[in-house]
């Protein structure tokens, strides 16, 4: 009996940790922060939006992390042979670095908003008239619902909240010696107190108890005091087993899980101030970290303040100060005045958001909703705006007396309860709403039409890349296909069919469904490509790649001699330009006003090019572990808006940066001009008249070619923008 061949041993030389590859990812967001090219109140929203980044990383990558090391401390990492617990050293290694970055980055902008006259108090000295506001204030709306706490044996240490603010003292008593005091932060309060005779300064609610916490403790004398914030594990797992047999729906569940959240372990203790010696022995004694779990911060612990802020200034401070205002298009293809049913009918349609507004799909949606000849809509629900549109046409529908099927996901990670309230309104409206397939997400992005017409049933899909949201449609690159096509319909119905049995293995003829489609499709495309040897061509648009079977594979193909472009914004796993591995592979990742977030997948030239949009990124969890969906594009100037996309995208030398083989950036540049992709997109697409050309029979008709084409005409000319 023969043995089994021997496992071979797994590559690493041109793989990565996929957690140092976002942290250089959100170093990069930093960066923007940094960029004198960028307006001053930006660059504190970059700041602000930085920390939460690294807050959501602490609370999910790093307690998913906490979490292994004790359930599975020898498992090694399929990208970086390392085990959790290396995982999380090198993790621990490297933020302080970050931090350090961030707080001088930090400290140069508030000086230079201070220069014209935007104050931060707590870091300046306030006027006279301001002491005395700021204390009246204090006493008459912040010290009535203050909570002072001392902590000794007849008090028990509090919960802390997840990402609370807290101000902790150290005390000393007579008779008791020293203990710690602490003080709760009020989520009821301000974030920030604007002076009243002087609008552009204000104060940090945390810094004015801060300043008064001295009296705040009776008797005890506060030897020391800072603020402090914990950061709790956030990785609430979703298995059965969780629950007990009485625990009713799906939703309710939820529910009851999401209060869990708050009570995992702590994995970091953020301090902004001064704490040594016994202060910072009964800090971390209490609140049980460790050294390097410990962070101290000069900037201010909570920066989501920074949009309260700029909303409150005036405008007159605030216009100079921020990107010039973008007002999305309506897509000149697109007739306002006409039927969208109808002109779906005739040609596919393409939304790229935010350039294209978001109107003409929910133009569609409602007009479907109030049509008598639609008979249903069946829509997939990742994550909603709070004040959703779509949802109360949805249910506008539904009232019509529409058949409305709601796939709802509730476990979009921190819009649970959003979902939760939206499935409830949703269901009360006369929706049905379904929760999708145990142990898989539903992130896919499709909206079905159905319509009887002429006794048969006709069809308007749309699939797209992002999330049914009108907010996120403003701030996020997308793209969203509209389409008649028969056999898309089809599929699409099939889809829904699927997700209402739980069917994850279902056939489709055109669309490409994951778990078992779309991680096939692209291994399917790449070998296709590995066939032409030197004439092959990749183009992938994501966010991140972290699954190591495409990977390998896409190492193959450089081998084979393919010439390969990623276009990833987050984090990549595969380290390009390794000799002998991935010597033909190139990694652009921008980072610019808007979040890159579309997914176009490309294999081959001109002619021959396939081109595919999907909601999946290269990452294990979309291509094993969620139902994820990719369709292929095949209206010709649809195909040629793609490839201008990415071609545009592919030249911009201004917010991009080029993977390097050793895992660290470098950002793009050139001498004598300076293209940035964001910038020549709204450039390109402010309002331009149609272009028009004549038909045999001397009428005219809308060219999308044409219009695309003149779109990006100048772009490598006249439209190069200067830094």
Known sequence: MSEHPAKQPRDYSYTQNRELSWLRFNRRVLEEAADQTVPLLERLKFISIFTSNLDEFFMVRVGSLFDLSLISPDEIDNKCNMTPGQQLERIYETIPGLVALKDQIFHTVTHQLAQIGILDLGFSEPLPEEKKFISQYFKAKVLPILSPQIVDVHHPFPHLVNKGLYIAALLQDKKEG???????????????????????????????????????????????????????????????????DNDGDFRNRMSKLLKKRSHLAIVRLEINGTAEGDF????????????????????????KYVYGLIKALPETTVQPLEFTPYVPRWPECLDPNRSMIEQIQQRDQMLFFPFDKVDPFLRLLSEAADRPDVVSIKITIYRLASSSKIAHILCRAAENGKEVTVLMELRARFDEANNISWSRLLEDAGCRVIYGVEDFKCHSKICLITLRQKDQLRYITQIGTGNYNEKTNTMYTDLSLMTASEQIGIDGTVFFQNMLVGNLEGSY??????????????????????????????????NSM??????????EASCAGVNIHLILRGICCLRPGIPGKTEHIHVTSIVGRFLEHARIYCFGRGDDAKYYIASADLMTRNLNRRVEIACPVEDPELCQMLQEILTTELADNVKASSLQPDGSYFRKSNATSHIDSQASFMEHSLHKPVPVQKKPDGSAKTSRTLLWKNRFLGLFSGAQKKK
Request: glycine residues 4%; aromatic residues 8%.
């Open 546 to 555: 972290t699954e190591r079977e495409v990977m390998d594979k896409l190492s």
């Open 280 to 303: 910072l022995k009964m800090l971390k004694r209490r609140i049980n970290v460790h050294d390097h779990q410990i962070y101290f911060d000069q900037a201010p612990l909570n920066m």
């Open 178 to 244: 020293q203990s710690l005091g602490l003080i709760p932060v009020p989520d009821a309060l301000p974030q920030f107190i604007i002076m009243p005779d002087h609008p552009n300064h204000y104060v940090r609610t945390e810094d004015v108890i801060l300043q008064w916490a001295p009296t705040l403790f009776g008797s005890y004398k506060v030897l020391n005091a800072c603020v402090i914030s914990v950061t709790r594990n956030a990785d609430i797992g979703f298995d059965e087993e969780k629950f007990d």
């Open 509 to 542: 003829n055109h669309l490409l469904v994951a778990p078992v489609g779309i991680k096939q499709l692209l291994l399917t495309m790449i070998d296709r490509e590995i066939a032409k040897g030197p004439n092959g061509y990749i183009c992938i648009k994501a």
